[in-house]
């Protein structure tokens, strides 16, 4: 299943609801590939691919980048990965 920015926009109880049935989804064996600019909906991925003028800069857990970035949260990750280049 791709999904490209598929909560933007929509109330919390909404993008609440959908993030449940994706990893519903995710744990009976369905392979999602959530594409966003968005951090928000990258923070609730198990693996991230971060990307950057077609370049990947990372695959890894959040706690993986978190750890080797020393940010708090996806958006600080990839600004931190940004500026030291890819792996």
């Known amino acids: 299943l791709v999904l490209d920015e598929p909560t933007v926009g929509l109330d919390p109880s909404l993008r609440d609801q959908l993030w449940t049935m994706f990893h519903e989804l995710a744990d009976s064996g369905v392979t999602i590939v959530v594409s966003s600019h ?42 931190a990965l940004v500026r030291t280049g890819p792996e």
Request: charged share 30%; aromatic share 2%.
């Open 38 to 79: 968005v951090m928000d909906e990258a923070e609730r991925c198990d693996s991230l691919i971060l990307l950057r003028e077609g370049r990947v800069l990372a695959h890894a857990t959040l706690a993986e980048l978190r750890e080797r970035t020393g940010a708090s949260n996806a958006e600080g990750a990839f600004l």
